[in-house]
């Protein structure tokens, strides 16, 4: 009634319009904050009236979505997720491959080949920089080789090994590197105890009189005579295979992680040389190998956050302290985080690595509003009841909650929308939006139940940690001292100060700040720095 009064009678008056216009617009500033205000407060009130559905309800929908990561997937399109959507190499890679067919079997060089396919690759070199085409690591060499070629790739009814999924030449035999048949041949002539067998470089001749590039083969190579090879550092041995069916594919992505298994056991056996296995899918493995490197960092800092949010809501005194409450705050984190990625798992949505940084996200968006509510609990009344009290919180810290949460989701919505160019970018924003509209929905939810059960015991005057009713004064001086010390509470239990606003000063860190940081921060030496 007042604001239409007001409204009336600024109407009636001849006030020009850019005297009017400012008014204006803080009159509806006003009417809206109140208006929200009001809003909220019902919504806190409603939620403080049926806690246990609030606080059940997120339980559940987490549990029921939660379950659907038995069958969760992982994305291994590393391009898919890295290039950008309209990357030019990938426009000219189809161009090439639609002019420019290219017949695997006659072209074996990498360089030559726009999309290399399935692959094993491996380098070898030497501990002590030793030459590798000397007699005992060319042996060791082509042990390694006979190691590969018997891999064995197990699928129902049937073995494959590498013959049945290699690269075929003209005449239906296996593409080998041509480095291999120079060190089989160099081994027949070091058995022979012939020493006139040169090797030249970067093009060789074989016993059959076929030339043969060994430049992208050999590396650290020292000539002398002009191009006889006097040693190399390093072999590269490359197998290329085929994956012309889905099945083909699915054999050779077994068989290049076994191929990696089986050089690094070679390695373990024969420590005198070092051994750099690569193949197709090494860069998408290492990518989301992220998550399992980053697990003790990420164990580290959980611990880390787990204890200061206890310590955060502690108190001095027992009653009022609420340390349940900043592990409730992680666990709504928890929830909500869970909630999200089920919803993105039944929508379609494939894990990759660039999803470990959605959880900090929410633990920097869901703690600002828990330590709000917290903060605005500290200061009402505690005379009034629950219900009361969490209307209160309500009103005084969603406003601000809501407008953060906004904003989040107006930052990472704009990261969502097609102007991304980036898909992992893209993605990466898409589900932080659905994430934080799940953490904004359970702290409102989940945490304001919580924080309502909380206030039943402090209006109980039972002990915030172990829930045990707090002894009056009296009975508590003939306790003993550790005893003393678990209880101890500012106020009587049907005692009411009138200075009871001021109770969460006892809060460990605003003691501190006020005892100690504050005398040394208005330290003369100290504001000179």
Known sequence: MVLARLWESLRSQPVTLPLISPLCTRMLRKVLHRGLRSCFSRLGFFIASHPVFFISAPVLISVLLGASFSRYKVEENIEYLLAPKHSLAKIERNLVDSLFPVNRSKHRLYSDLQTPGRYGRVIITSSTRANMLDQHHTDLILKLHSAVKKIQ????????????????????TCIVDDIVHILEELKAAHSQNRTNYVITYPITMLKDGKEVYNGHQLGGVTVHSKDRVKSAE?????????????????????????????????QKLN?????????SSSLGQDFQKTSRVSERYLITSLALVVSLAVICCSMQDCVRSKPWLGLLGLVTISLSTLTAAGIINLTGGKYNSTFLGIPFI????????TFEMLSSWRKTREDQHVKERTAVVYADSMISFSLTTAMYLVTFGIGASPFTNIEAARIFCRNSCIAILFNYLYVLSFYGSSLVFTGYIENNYQHSIFCRKVPKPEILQVKSMWYRFLMTAKFSEDTVDAEETNSYESHLLVCFLKRYYCDWITNTYVSLL
């Not at 197990?154 to 013959?163: D, I, K, L, W």
């Not at 420590?271 to 193949?279: H, Q, S």
Request: proline content about 3%.
């Open 271 to 279: 420590r005198e040389i070092k051994m750099y296995p690569f193949t």
């Open 234 to 266: 390093a072999i590269q041995l490359t197998y290329y295979l085929q994956a012309i069916n889905s099945l083909n594919e699915v054999v050779a992505e077994k068989w290049e992680s076994i191929f990696c298994e089986t050089v690094e056991t070679f």
């Open 153 to 172: 790739v197990h699928r129902p009814g049937f073995n494959y090994t590498f013959a049945h999924i290699c690269m075929l030449s003209n005449d239906k």
């Open 362 to 369: 929410m633990l920097g968006h869901g703690l600002y509003g």
